[in-house]
């Protein structure tokens, strides 16, 4: 079946280090994201990309990076950075038209903590 | 602001019973999703919504484009239907509002 895929579903990492979190689909999807999730919050938008080798900063971006080289993958780095990078992250994909999102699918997250 | 409101936060309800969940925005969009996220985290795309209604099993939404207005209803809810409610909608970039937590008891 198709999806998408996050890996891990915990991540503890020590403060200072950078981490990086898995997204993979196999959905043919041009369009890829990552969200943060903080409790009492919306999602937020950290990254997206909407076809391979290009990504676009969201409203979050700071103390985050990206890479799109393959359609199928768009991993995440948490750096150092990031003041408060203890949170819930998603991953999403669609097919993308300029007005429209179709197929928009979720990932099951990655719950990172930073001790 | 949020761009887009939800209501009610919290909603308890006895099983069997009809819910209603709304959703308001306030930016010019091309679709409204309704999605659902279990205890567990990952989030499933219940409807897409450009207009009108569309319906699922006991899944109804429901989409006033002129109001900037979508309700999710479950008709007989049931204990799985136990989860956080999303709207979501595309506008120039998709806007989350912060979720309706559904609690319903056996």
């Known amino acids: 079946d198709g999806g998408i895929t996050q890996s891990p579903k915990y991540l503890f990492r020590k403060e200072g280090q950078n981490v990086t979190l898995s997204c993979e689909q196999n959905l043919n999807h041009d369009a890829m994201y990552w969200y943060r999730q903080d409790p009492g919050q919306g999602l937020r938008l950290i990254y997206y990309s909407q076809i391979v080798n290009d990504f676009q900063k969201g409203d979050i971006a700071e103390g985050y990076s990206v890479s799109r080289e393959k359609k199928e993958s768009f991993p995440l780095t948490v750096t150092s950075a990031q003041k408060n990078p203890t949170a819930f992250y998603l991953c999403?994909?669609?097919?993308?038209?300029?007005?429209?999102?179709?197929?928009?699918?979720f990932g099951s997250g990655t719950r990172l903590t930073v001790v | 602001k949020n761009e887009v409101e939800q209501s009610p936060q919290n909603l308890t309800a006895q099983e069997g019973e009809f819910i209603t969940i709304n959703c308001s925005y306030s930016?010019?969009?091309?679709?409204l999703h309704w999605l659902q996220q279990h205890p567990g985290g990952g989030i499933v795309s219940l409807f897409m919504?450009?207009?009108g209604k569309k319906k699922h099993g006991r899944l109804i939404a429901t989409i006033n484009i002129q109001e900037k207005h979508s309700s999710l209803h479950i008709t007989a809810s049931h204990p799985r239907d136990s989860a956080v409610y999303i709207c979501a909608v595309l506008g120039n970039q998709f806007y989350f509002g912060t979720g309706t937590s559904l609690t319903v008891i056996p």
């Open positions: 919504l450009s207009s």
């Open positions: 930016v010019g969009i091309s679709a």
């Open positions: 999403a994909s669609s097919s993308w038209t300029p007005h429209s999102a179709y197929g928009y699918t």
